[in-house]
């Protein structure tokens, strides 16, 4: 164990940096904020390079720091908000290695998101889709970044149970048809068919678009159907992570 009590600390400002996109893309490495998610990571073999533990996060979980952590460094309640992306962090942050992206099987269920923005629809949808039995999940271009600590919190540990890629979906739907996987998409138009009509299956790749704009015409072009989802009362439409989660649970046989 280590201290380190000031945020001015050369290794507190470079572990700062993490926060933005382009030194986590530089480094091939990310944070995540409070113990549930490191400890997901931890059980999944993701390499933890620095532990940042507060006398907070020592006192609740002692015995998970004994057990499991070799070295780490206990820092001041400044230094850990310094590093956090929420006002109130829950005494743990930690360093982590990215790992190498999994080769897509193209078999049983699968996400994919076009263009979906909002760090907390994608984080959501990654959790739901780990809930709902789904092999992985595709991020298309435009979609929120994985390791945007929102996305992060998100997921609550669930990008550790499947595989998650980022890929062209104009490139990528051809090859899960060639496989013989039926691709969902989701639009309000005269050829779509309500949900509820479409028998499950074991192979299916959904996608989900865009929070304000849906699908992109191109991804669009390329589906075996569109679905929708009938709205009873007044509001204009659904959350796309709501959809989401109403199509995958009715679509896994």
């Known amino acids: 164990m280590k201290e380190i009590q000031s945020s001015k600390n050369p290794l507190i400002k470079e572990t700062k940096k993490l926060q933005q996109k382009k030194?986590?893309?530089?480094?091939?490495?990310?944070?995540?904020e409070g113990f549930h998610l490191i400890q997901e990571a931890h059980a999944a073999d993701v390499v933890l390079k620095d532990v940042f533990i507060s006398q907070r996060g020592v006192?609740?979980?002692?015995?998970?720091?004994?057990?499991?952590?070799?070295?780490?460094?206990?820092?001041?309640?400044?230094?850990?908000?310094?590093?956090?992306?929420?006002p109130a962090p829950q005494g743990m942050i930690a360093v982590a290695e990215m790992p190498q992206e999994k080769e897509i099987d193209f078999s049983g269920a699968w996400l994919l998101l076009d263009n979906v923005q909002d760090p907390?629809?994608?984080?959501?949808?990654?959790?739901t889709a780990d809930a709902a039995g789904f092999s992985g999940v595709i991020l298309?271009?435009?979609?929120?970044?994985?390791?945007?600590?929102?996305?992060?919190?998100?997921?609550?540990?669930?990008?550790?149970?499947?595989?998650?890629?980022?890929a062209d979906l104009t490139k990528i739907i051809p090859q899960f048809q060639q496989q013989g996987s039926l691709v969902l998409g989701t639009a309000l138009d005269k050829n779509a068919k309500e949900y509820l009509t479409v028998e499950k299956t074991e192979n299916v790749a959904l996608v989900m678009g865009n929070e304000g704009q849906g699908m992109s015409s191109a991804v669009l072009a390329l589906t075996d159907q569109n679905l929708y989802i009938p709205i009873k009362g007044q509001a204009e439409s659904l959350n796309v992570a709501i959809a989401a989660g109403v199509l995958m649970f009715h679509l896994l046989k």
């Open 23 to 32: 030194y986590r893309q530089q480094s091939q490495t990310y944070l995540l």
């Open 59 to 86: 006192n609740e979980w002692s015995d998970w720091i004994e057990e499991n952590l070799s070295e780490y460094y206990l820092v001041s309640d400044e230094v850990l908000k310094h590093l956090a992306s929420q």
């Open 120 to 127: 907390g629809n994608v984080g959501t949808m990654i959790r």
């Open 140 to 166: 298309g271009q435009g979609s929120a970044d994985l390791y945007n600590p929102k996305t992060l919190r998100s997921t609550q540990g669930s990008l550790y149970h499947l595989t998650i890629s980022n």
